[in-house]
């Protein structure tokens, strides 16, 4: 008799998030479409305001995905043509992105061995022209703002790229409360997840945020008020509406994916060529990526892949190396640190409901493949 092949294991399940809000959230859609207030709106205010208080801020604008509040946080910012902004290497293509559509001179730099921006590197990229700075919260984990402060002086505004980082803390201090403003994004697989494209700007300052209030709506608060070139980035109501409910359950089921973490790093311990993630001082990690280094990482994954075990792999290339960055200049070694993780980074099944009996798998599949 042969053996039952062992279930596989998806690297995200959304079904159990959706499954408890999906009675609320019919009811919502339903008196969505009742009152036609589908852009903006009632629900659209009562999120924002629910999630200033979450970020620890005093204003949040909802618009309509993470890219966008990243540029217009930074048009909100007063960021554009003759500016320098720095960004680390090792990002979603996002971030910088977001430099390259405000005008602005991309300026990247390296990270250290846990993934987040490597201030040292930062303070010798710095010019006369240098603007801002932008912090990522890479994988769930705030970037070392304090030290950022350090790098660049009193006269670089910070910006913090909050997309994957939406309840986690440094030092006690929210994330998207860091910095003049931060993006984030809502996109389904965000810790903090829509039904659709969504993002929010959150800002300590009434001015920035009432700027980017007007940049994301035609570049006016009042209809057929033009003050500004802007653009249409409106959070709509639906998504509104679910990322309330959802916000309510938020802390929940961080913890459930803190406790996912801690699983894995008994399960995998001493598991040689294996490099698990670290929590750096100070931080409350939001684990919305759970990301190791192997050695062999390629063959690793395609075995992980084949045995039905999801992974991948966030990001397969730094931004200097992506052919639409390749104006920037910057061949192969020009970010070591982050070109070396590039090829050693590879990203675990990791979401709220996770089972031990999966984790488990994943820890067994693993163990044979990188054995072999
Ligand atoms: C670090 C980071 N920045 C920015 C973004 C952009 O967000 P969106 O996809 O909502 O535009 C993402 C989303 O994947 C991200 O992970």
Known sequence: MTASPRPSVPFVDLRPQNQVIDEQAVSAFAEICDSGAFVLGPHVRRFEEEYAAFAGVDHCVGVGNGTDALVLAMRGAGIGAGD???????????????????????????????????????????????????????????????????????????????????????????????????????YPGKNLGAYGDAGAVTTGSAELA????????????????????????????VQAAVLSLKLERLKGWNAERDEAAQRYATLLADLPGVVLPRVLPGNQHVWHLYVARVTDRDRVLSELLEAGVGAGIHYPAPVHLWPAFSWLGHGAGS??????????????????????????????????????
């Open 84 to 186: 320098e902004v720095i960004v680390p290497a090792n990002t979603f293509v996002a971030t910088a992105e977001a430099v390259a559509i405000v005008g602005a001179d991309l300026v990247l730099a390296d990270c250290d061995e846990d993934f987040l921006i490597d201030p040292a590197d930062v303070a010798s990229r710095v010019t006369g022209r240098t603007r801002a700075v932008v912090g990522v919260d890479l994988y769930g984990q705030v970037a070392p703002f304090e030290r950022l402060r350090e790098a660049v002086g009193d006269d670089v505004l910070l910006l913090e790229d909050a997309a994957q980082s939406q309840g986690a803390s440094r030092n006690g201090r929210p994330a998207g409360s860091f910095g003049v403003a931060a993006g984030t994004s809502f």
């Open 210 to 237: 009432d700027r980017v209030r007007a940049l994301r709506n035609h570049g006016g608060i009042a209809k057929y008020e033009h003050l500004d070139v802007g653009t249409n980035s409106r959070l709509d109501s």
């Open 335 to 372: 970010f070591p640190v982050a070109e070396a993780l590039a090829k050693e980074i590879i990203s675990l099944p990791m979401f709220p409901g996770i089972t031990t009996e999966q984790q488990e798998i994943v820890a067994d599949t693993l163990r044979s493949v990188v054995r072999r």
